[in-house]
């Protein structure tokens, strides 16, 4: 008989565990995954996927108006908020089935029950088992922080915004990070009054300036109202369910809807570490070494639990390295340099590598290139937004050491030019290559 009831007790079905789950199993391990919530994570049912899914809804606003001008005629255009948000949570359910059936196909077992940690070897599970593991994998993910102000209650999260009842008239939304910035670009194309507060005087801290400047300027063209350096001091809701914004330093906004995106952090509260000897970071996070390993041997974690970098595709690798170490017998780490990114926002930004910011503070000879470009779509619209985008390089070696850009389509153009950026190409290889004509992303290669 085993001497555990599994080879790997993944804690958390979200993107990491979900890889690392499928990975462990098909390495040979036998493997149960508990999921409190909803197979998929929050990507899947709360993030990414249906978060672009309404960036890509709230677009058609300004598609549908183009179209007059090229010989389309529809009959009188109008927007149902409830069908878009039911169409989202349909394909939420679709997503979370495949999700279901990926763990099912690999013969990994699925415990829909709240797992707590409650040894080196041992979870227990909410309704009532306990059960005992080899390798425990800790993959919870993040929880949006809700600051603590009178009336918060009042305030809803990037948890609660897809289930909004109706499109609010006014909204504020405070935070002036990815999700703050994605959603207020929805609702503004959407036609909701948008104003974004945010207790610094920056928006996208530590992104390309140059980026975040346009961004600012464009967006605040587009109606959408900011109140930097003025972050919430109180809600009072009134009767008729509107609510006054009290800010500090500026006047009361009233608003219908408050969404609040400052930051998540690990979901790690009552979740038992402290019984196999983790102690957690000052955030919460589960502090681990470059193998993903916590400081008990028979516990790792992955994912935005571990406070690294919370994003998507970097938890998957988290989890399918670790997989591949424990019980593929090929140990390896991956790598944070060259992370590619991109917010959402309308328009979107995307950068890979060092800011100038960034190159400059660590004392290197740089030389930087710019296009500052009219999109070819805007010209033929008669639009006067402008696309920018950035080349840091390399003085001594000529390598690309950063690509920062703004403007249409700038996160699907960015994957690509990623690759080069990882690879460590030159300046001589972007000028050396043919622009491809006419498009954006020739921009690319006609800097000098
Ligand atoms: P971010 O870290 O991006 O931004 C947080 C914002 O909240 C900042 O503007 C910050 O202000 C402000 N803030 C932080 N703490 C407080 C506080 N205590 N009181 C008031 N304001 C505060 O967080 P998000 O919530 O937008 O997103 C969380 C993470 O999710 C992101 O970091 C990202 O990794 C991931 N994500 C990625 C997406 C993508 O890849 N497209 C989309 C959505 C999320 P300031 O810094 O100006 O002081």
Redesign the pocket.
């Known amino acids: 008989m085993a001497e555990f009831d599994y080879d790997l007790f993944v804690i958390g079905a979200g993107s990491g565990g979900v890889r690392a789950s499928r990975i462990a199993a098909s390495h040979g391990a036998r493997v149960a995954v508990a999921e409190e919530f909803r197979v998929g994570g929050t990507c899947v049912i709360r993030?990414?996927v249906p978060?672009k899914l309404l960036v890509y809804a709230s677009q058609f606003a300004e598609e549908l108006h183009d179209t007059a001008k090229l010989g389309w005629t529809f009959g009188e255009k109008t927007f149902d908020w409830a069908a878009l948000r039911d169409f989202v949570a349909s394909d939420v359910d679709r997503l979370e089935r495949a999700y279901t059936s990926t763990l099912a196909n690999n013969k990994v077992e699925h415990f829909a029950a709240r797992a707590t940690v409650t040894g080196p070897n041992s979870v227990a599970l909410s309704d009532g088992r306990t059960i005992t593991a080899k390798y425990i994998l800790i993959a919870v993910g993040?929880w949006?922080?809700m600051?603590a102000f009178p009336g918060n209650e009042h305030a809803i999260t990037?948890n609660e915004v897809f289930h909004l009842p109706t499109l609010p008239r006014r909204v504020v939304v405070?935070?002036?990070?990815?999700?703050?910035l994605?959603f207020a670009g929805i609702f503004n194309a959407l036609g909701c009054e948008v104003t974004v507060v945010?207790?610094?005087d920056?928006?996208?801290?530590g992104y390309e300036e140059a980026m975040t400047e346009r961004l600012l300027k464009i967006t605040a063209e587009r109606g959408i109202q900011y109140r930097l350096g003025h972050?919430i001091t109180g809600i009072e809701k009134h009767a008729d369910g509107s609510m006054t914004v009290s800010l500090s330093g500026a006047d009361p906004i009233e608003a219908d809807c408050v969404l609040v995106?400052?930051?998540?952090k690990p979901k790690t509260d009552g979740l038992g570490l402290e019984t196999a000897g983790i102690t957690l970071g000052a955030n919460g996070e589960v502090p681990v070494d470059a193998y993903n390993a916590t400081a008990c041997p028979s516990i790792y974690a992955v994912g935005d639990v571990t406070d690294r970098?919370?994003?998507?595709p970097v938890a998957i690798r988290e989890g399918h390295a670790f997989a591949d170490t424990v019980f593929g017998g090929a140990p390896r780490t991956i790598a944070y340099d060259h992370i590619p990114?991109?917010?959402?926002s309308q328009p979107p930004l995307a950068g890979v590598g060092l800011t100038e910011a960034q190159a400059r503070a660590e004392g290197r000879e740089i030389k930087v290139f710019t296009s500052d470009f009219r999109p070819m779509k805007n010209m033929f619209f008669a639009r006067a937004e402008r696309g920018f985008y950035k080349l840091i390089v390399d003085a001594a070696s000529d390598k690309v050491i950063g690509v920062h850009m703004i403007g249409p389509d700038s996160p699907e153009i960015l994957q690509a030019v990623a690759i080069a950026v990882k690879a460590g190409l030159t300046k001589a290889d972007f000028d050396a290559t043919v622009a491809l004509h006419p498009s954006m992303a020739e921009e690319l290669v006609l800097m000098r």
């Open positions: 993030g990414c978060k993040a949006p922080v600051p990037s405070q935070g002036a990070g990815y999700i703050a994605e945010n207790r610094s920056k928006i996208l801290r972050p995106a400052t930051g998540r970098v919370q994003l998507t990114s991109a917010v959402f």
